[in-house]
């Protein structure tokens, strides 16, 4: 039997929402089925967290183009107001996820949430919000970490954000900086938790197409074919986490 992952999406869009699932399972799934959950679905309890995680092995935290911890919106806004409510409302889960050392991998959005969840402030950054692709460096030896194993010290990945974290959370490691336009990259927290601003689910062929469906999302002016370079070295993080997922439920079930 398959080791498996819940991963949770934070999108309003059906389209979104489907072409994030075909990236996850794409690069993610070839040692470990996917599967996914809304976190705007009111029927999930999420202050059961040992029950919602009692089939799954790992946990995938995705993106979101729908709603901002700060995104230059006004408090009041309801995008950024439920940024908030998604961090209280899974604030049990989160709980969990780090009692336990379940391995688990938040993406851009996801990033941030464990981010404030950790003790961080999600703030929207001029210098470092950027949709393009972005080269960033490994700060730690990568034979220490299986996730970054077989992969360069520096390469592309996929952004497309407006905030950042303020910091490194305590307790958390720096991995991975792109220097001032994006100083914190990618974390671990405890051994299993990893996370990062970028998204390793995204090829060049990815971007491309979204940009081809939202043309108003890049300033005007800026074409597409210019600011997005291939990134397969970043797209191993998320293959390497799907193994790591199925390497770790081996063990437990040998332990």
Known sequence: MRPKILAVQFRRNQDSCEQEQAAFVREGGIYADIEFVNALNAAIDWHEPSALMAQYHGMILGGSGDFDFDGGRTEADIARQQSYIFLEQLRPLFQFLFEHDIPTLGICYGHQLLGAFAGAQVKRDELQKKTCSHPVRLLIDKNDYFLFSDMPDTFYAQYGHKDSLDRVPEGAI????????????????????????????????????????????????????EVFKASPDANRILRNFGKFVAMQAERSLTA
């Open 174 to 225: 720096l991995l991975m900086q792109g220097g001032d336009q994006c100083k914190v990259s990618a974390l671990r927290y405890k051994n299993n938790i990893y996370t990062t601003q970028f998204h390793p689910e995204l090829t060049l062929e990815d971007m491309l197409a979204r940009m081809h469906a939202s043309p108003d999302y890049l300033p005007e002016g800026v074409v597409a074919a």
